[in-house]
């Protein structure tokens, strides 16, 4: 039993990884490259979209990539709130 199933959680495949407003209307997964980041894993998945762990590969530290679904991507209390979670865990 891998580590997901014993915590009970669903990790999505990379396949059902769903489209993105974020990068194009694409999905992306794992060893996608998005300007200096890459993309290692998905940590979650849920209503406000998909959260990876990546890479800064210039400054070599490990970030999280938040990617929103097109339905919410322009919404101002969505966008509002991104904004709030990225002040929170700039460090």
Known sequence: M????ARNDKWPEEDELPPT???GG???GPGAQI???R???VLGCGGMGVV????D???????AIKSLP???MNHPQVQSRCKREADFWHL
Do not use: C, H, M, N
């Open 57 to 63: 590969t210039k400054l070599d530290r490990p970030v």
């Open 26 to 28: 694409a999905a992306i």
């Open 39 to 41: 993309v290692e894993e």
């Open 70 to 72: 097109p339905d919410v």
């Open 2 to 5: 891998s580590e997901a199933e």
């Open 21 to 23: 407003a974020s990068y």
């Open 35 to 37: 300007g200096q980041f």
């Open 52 to 55: 990876y762990l990546g890479r």
